[in-house]
């Protein structure tokens, strides 16, 4: 009978207690903004937090991002460093610079070989950074720290900021055939040096 009690203390009496913590170390429900211009990668990743339970908006450019940011005000955003048009560091910069996005933790993302990113994202005020290829325990390590370190805060949100069924973006066969790691896409791995901005 102790072996059981010991048991019990260790894993808790109900099993189901330990079902109500998620996964990635915060609530369920936290909106996250997907920022990359590679359907691919965007997919991976969409796919990664819903099975979690976070509800996900994606944008591909930095233009759609800073839009869609100011209007859903998500909880985290990951943004890929190379992206057409304006790049993620200006994404980042503008971010930065709205009071109504200012303090929204942001993950950059890049499969950039260049080992200067870590710091640019330090200089411009990222909260991580996170390298391609990566994996759902790169993606939910990269969480929990946010949450741990108290920048991550899912917030509540008034019923009219529910967001709207939609529908799903991909068939059931395509949602199962999206890989399970994020692999850069051939851009990402050779960028000039002038498109450091």
């Not at 503008?94 to 080992?115: E, F, H």
């Not at 009219?160 to 799903?168: A, F, K, M, Q, Y």
């Not at 199962?176 to 851009?187: L, Y």
């Amino acid at each position: 009978m102790a072996g059981f009690e010991l048991i019990k203390r260790l894993f808790g009496s109900d099993p189901s207690e330990r079902r109500t913590v998620p996964r990635s170390g915060v609530p369920k429900g936290a909106r996250v903004l997907v920022v990359d211009d590679s359907a691919t990668i965007r997919a991976v990743l969409g796919k990664m937090l819903n099975q979690d339970s976070h509800i996900v908006s994606k944008a591909p450019d930095g233009e759609t991002a800073l839009e869609m940011a100011r209007k859903e005000i998500p909880d985290l955003i990951f943004l890929d460093i190379v992206l057409p048009g304006m790049n993620g560091f200006a994404v980042l910069r503008a971010l930065r610079r709205d009071s109504l996005t200012r303090d929204i933790p942001i993950v950059m993302i890049s499969g950039n070989l260049q080992a200067t990113e870590q710091f640019y994202v330090q200089r411009f005020g990222a909260d991580d950074f996170m390298k391609k290829p990566f994996g759902r325990g790169e993606v939910f390590a990269r969480i929990r720290h946010l949450t741990e370190s108290g920048r991550l805060v899912v917030r509540e949100r008034a019923a009219e900021e529910t967001p709207l069924p939609v529908e799903p973006e991909h068939t059931e066969a395509e949602h199962a055939a999206i890989p399970d790691i994020a692999m850069p896409d051939p851009h990402d791995l050779i960028m000039p040096p002038g498109d450091r901005s």
